[in-house]
């Protein structure tokens, strides 16, 4: 505990630890939790058993709690973890500083991965899963049911990949990254294709993705609007998933290991699956030709309206602007992109929600003749890289620091045993 000197500068304004709670939001257990770690200091009340706290640190630590948990106070003040990777401000989001829009609309997947990763471009980078990783993840996968989900699938096939590298447990940067390139064509080139005559094992990780979710002929359009949605979704700050990926890092888990740990995290349906269930609901408008008596039916059951709002954003989702952008383009997409609009007019006569990725992303799946789980498939590939990411700068860190503080609430102990 970091108690200040009482002679140390002139007197400031000083909050006791009902009122430091107040302002963060918080039960007076975590103002104490905060000192701990170092993130408030503290006096000791003279004569007393209190302490008092310098109400600029406490509003400090408020106004970050706040930016680092989407505007609710407290949200974050169990644990916040600082990162170099997203920053996520004013309905736009940056990876490493640069516009995550901008590096999407004019760099590869695999660019802006190796971005997130080093801190440098490297133009025209490609990917390449060695055989001994490919064979062994399709074994796997292909043992599994014929219903197996996607992110099902995926999590399978990099533990099945794991098993195949015995030098998985190197976790030195060069190790990692070399991981890294090779895992994510790997999952990809695990996945069954469509079309088994048309699976596609080279090029462009978009045009791989494709075979493994369409039918139909690709075209640069729709290959350009799947590598930009992979670019979009590499990363967003610290989702459940990532966090997930962090905690496993922290106690030094393999890379493997720390991504199947998100992709366990990303099948909830408020995560991932979440483009499926937009996916659902735009065909529905489509078939019925009008939102309105769908949106009721949502309402009525109690259900939030998939694909809107998002708790970062006040405004837009800069990620399903960027994709709708695209969309426009391509013909096909249209009818899908007016039972979009719908949806959203619709229930704007209730609530003021804007679209957010997940409507974009469903847009492209139905447009694009894929099934619904499309959306979640996209996603997780594209966070591999950005839990990858992760998982490097927690390395770099105190193991098992991502540890919080339970709070027990429990009966009093000591309790008698009980009876049998």
Do not use: C
Not at 79 to 108: C, K, P, Q
Request: charge should be neutral.
């Amino acid at each position: 505990m970091r108690d200040q000197d009482p002679r140390s500068g002139p007197a400031e304004h000083r909050l006791s630890t009902k009122e430091a709670a107040e302002v963060l939001g918080v039960k007076p257990e975590t103002v104490y939790a905060y000192v701990s770690r170092g993130q408030l200091s503290s006096r000791r009340v003279p004569g007393g058993r209190g302490s008092t706290f310098d109400a600029k640190e406490v509003e400090t630590l408020a106004r970050r709690n706040r930016r680092e948990g989407g505007g609710s106070p407290g949200s974050s003040g169990e644990l916040a973890v600082r990162t170099r990777i997203t920053f996520i401000d004013r309905d736009r989001y940056y990876f490493r500083g640069v516009d995550a829009t901008e590096l999407a609309a004019r760099h590869s997947y695999e660019e802006i991965a190796e971005w997130l990763w080093t801190g440098q471009l490297r133009p025209g980078v490609s990917f390449t899963a060695p055989d001994a990783s490919v064979q062994a993840a399709r074994r796997a996968v292909d043992a599994l049911p014929e219903h197996t989900s996607p992110t099902d699938r995926l999590r399978v096939a990099a533990i099945a990949a794991a098993a195949a590298d015995p030098l998985r447990f190197d976790l030195s940067e060069e190790a990692v990254l070399g991981t890294a390139r090779t895992l994510i064509p790997t999952l990809v080139t695990a996945l069954p294709p469509v079309l088994r005559d048309r699976g596609r094992d080279d090029g462009p990780l978009a045009r791989r993705l494709w075979t493994r979710l369409s039918g139909r002929k690709s075209d640069e359009a729709s290959l350009r609007a799947l590598d930009t949605a992979l670019g979009l979704l590499v990363d967003h700050d610290l989702a459940a998933s990532t966090l997930a990926v962090r905690v496993a890092a922290s106690a030094r888990a393999h890379a493997y290991a720390a991504v199947s740990a998100g992709l366990g995290v990303l099948e909830g349906p408020l995560h991932g699956a979440a483009s499926g269930l937009a996916h659902k609901l735009l065909l529905d408008v489509l078939e019925r030709g009008d939102a309105a008596p769908v949106i009721a039916e949502e309402l009525r059951a109690g259900r939030r309206i998939p694909g809107l709002g998002h708790r970062l954003y006040p405004g837009e989702d800069p990620r399903a602007r960027a994709l709708f952008a695209l969309l426009e383009e391509i013909p096909r997409a249209e009818p899908a992109l007016l039972a979009a609009r719908d949806i959203v007019a619709t229930t704007a006569r209730h609530a003021p929600l804007h679209a957010n990725v997940d409507l974009a992303l469903a847009v492209f799946t139905a447009s694009s003749g894929m099934p619904a789980t499309a959306g979640e498939t996209v996603f997780a590939v594209a966070r591999t890289a950005g839990w990858i990411a992760h998982a490097l700068e927690e390395y770099g860190e105190r193991p098992l620091r991502m540890r919080p503080s339970g709070i027990y609430v429990g009966p009093k102990p000591p309790q008698p045993l009980p009876e049998q």
